[in-house]
T-cell receptor, first 113, second 119 residues
Framework: NAGVTQTPKFRVLKTGQSMTLLCAQDMNHEYMYWYRQDPGMGLRLIHYSVGEGTTAKGEVPDGYNVSRLKKQNFLLGLESAAPSQTSVYFC????????????FGPGTRLTVT | AQSVAQPEDQVNVAEGNPLTVKCTYSVSGNPYLFWYVQYPNRGLQFLLKYITGDNLVKGSYGFEAEFNKSQTSFHLKKPSALVSDSALYFCAVRDMTPGSSGSARQLTFGSGTQLTVLP
């Protein structure tokens, strides 16, 4: 099993450009999450999904959109990138149920100039 | 609102010595508590969790954590540190108060503690 994979690993964008980050998991997990990690701030939840076709806002959703058209995939979109979105983005997944741990992907390092 | 604090940004310990990484939390009801570790340029890996039951939880790589309800703490410990334990450690909490929903069910992470084990 590959676990949780993320594409791409690195990306540099100019302000105003758009892009989509792809997350895929092969563990048949119901829940999927997108986080951003910034120095000294831990991980902050952007959006999450509790099942195929459903999405919900997390702590810092502004400037991002998500889609979960297939159970195994969770896409994070930036429609008009801003320098404040420079960060490392992590995708995670978990079994249904709040007591289960999350499995993380390797991350995408995004720089917006 | 739920929150978690890791009061130390950096912890240094000599190899072979015991280590402690501190975590305190705040929830309105019962907490689910987790520890994750992050090695350089990698995603987070699950170490251990407290859901209910015994206050001393054992996890991966010889780590353990003690849940203390009166002090609202969940400190991570290891009896004998290894150089390979050097990494960034995150504590996380989820409020499991009956009836809580939405953001209250999300996992809140601390800011992380960089552990350096010196040879």
């Amino acid at each position: 099993n590959a676990g949780v994979t993320q594409t791409p690993k690195f990306r540099v964008l100019k302000t105003g450009q758009s892009m989509t980050l792809l997350c895929a998991q092969d563990m048949n997990h119901e829940y999927m999450y997108w986080y951003r990690q910034d120095p000294g701030m831990g991980l902050r939840l952007i959006h999450y999904s509790v099942g195929e076709g459903t999405t919900a806002k997390g702590e810092v959703p502004d400037g991002y959109n998500v889609s979960r058209l297939k159970k195994q995939n969770f896409l994070l979109g930036l429609e008009s990138a801003a320098p404040s979105q420079t960060s490392v983005y992590f995708c995670a997944s978990s079994y249904q149920g709040q007591s289960y741990e999350q499995y993380f992907g390797p991350g995408t390092r995004l720089t917006v100039t | 609102a739920q929150s978690v604090a890791q009061p130390e940004d950096q912890v240094n310990v000599a190899e072979g010595n015991p280590l402690t990484v501190k975590c305190t939390y705040s929830v309105s009801g019962n907490p689910y508590l987790f520890w994750y570790v992050q090695y350089p340029n990698r995603g987070l890996q699950f170490l251990l969790k407290y859901i209910t039951g015994d206050n001393l939880v054992k996890g991966s790589y010889g780590f353990e954590a003690e849940f203390n309800k009166s002090q609202t703490s969940f400190h991570l410990k290891k009896p004998s540190a290894l150089v390979s334990d050097s990494a960034l450690y995150f504590c996380a909490v989820r409020d499991m108060t009956p009836g809580s929903s939405g953001s209250a069910r999300q996992l809140t992470f601390g800011s992380g503690t960089q552990l350096t084990v010196l040879p």
